[in-house]
C-alpha cells in the first residue's frame, strides 16, 4: 500500500482538550464521553470546532496510554472542568495518511518512522492522530486518519 508521506511546517493550533491516562481497552468510551463534553462545551459558548477530532498519544503503554482528546478551534475559549485551553504546537511535522480499520494502521507509523529517520529528522514522541470521519459514519474501510509526528 502506497501512502502520502510529507513533512510540513505549522502555526500554533488552539485547541480545547482533556488530558488524561486510559488502557486502550478503555479507550472507547474514554474518547466517546470526552468528544460529547467537549462538542457540548463548545457549543454552549456559540463556536464549533474547526477541524477533526484528534487525540494526542505522549507514549505507547497500552495499559496507561497518556492520551490528550480534543478538536481545534478558531479561536481561544476558556475551558471548564476538566476541559482545558491548550494548543498544538507551532513546528515541523511529519504526516501520513491511512484510509482503512484503526487497527491496521501499524504500516503507516513504520513507512512514517523510516521517512522521518530518512530525512534526518527525529520525532519528539509526541504523536496526533486526526479523525476525519467516525465508524459511526463510515464503514471501517472507509474511515481516513491523518497520523503526525511532530519533530524536534
Not at 505522549?58 to 476538566?82: C, H, Q, S, T, W
Request: aromatic share 10%.
Amino acid at each position: 500500500m502506497s501512502y502520502l508521506l510529507q513533512i510540513v511546517e505549522t502555526e500554533e493550533q488552539p485547541v480545547l482538550s482533556v488530558r488524561t491516562t486510559t488502557s486502550i481497552r478503555d479507550m472507547p468510551d474514554v474518547v466517546g464521553r470526552v468528544y460529547g463534553s467537549i462538542a457540548n462545551h463548545v457549543a454552549q459558548k456559540g463556536e464549533r470546532p474547526i477541524g477533526p477530532a484528534f487525540i494526542a498519544y505522549y507514549n505507547m503503554d497500552m495499559e496507561n496510554l497518556i492520551v490528550e482528546i480534543g478538536f481545534p478551534i478558531a479561536r481561544k475559549i476558556e475551558g471548564k472542568d476538566e476541559i482545558a485551553l491548550r494548543s498544538i504546537p507551532a513546528g515541523k511535522k511529519a504526516t501520513g495518511f491511512h484510509k482503512g480499520p484503526y487497527g491496521e494502521m501499524g504500516p503507516v507509523y513504520e513507512m512514517l518512522t523510516k521517512f522521518v529517520s530518512e530525512r534526518g529528522y527525529e520525532p519528539t514522541g509526541v504523536v496526533y492522530e486526526y479523525y476525519y470521519n467516525s465508524p459511526n459514519e463510515v464503514s471501517e474501510s472507509e474511515l481516513l486518519t491523518k497520523i503526525e509526528f511532530l519533530l524536534k
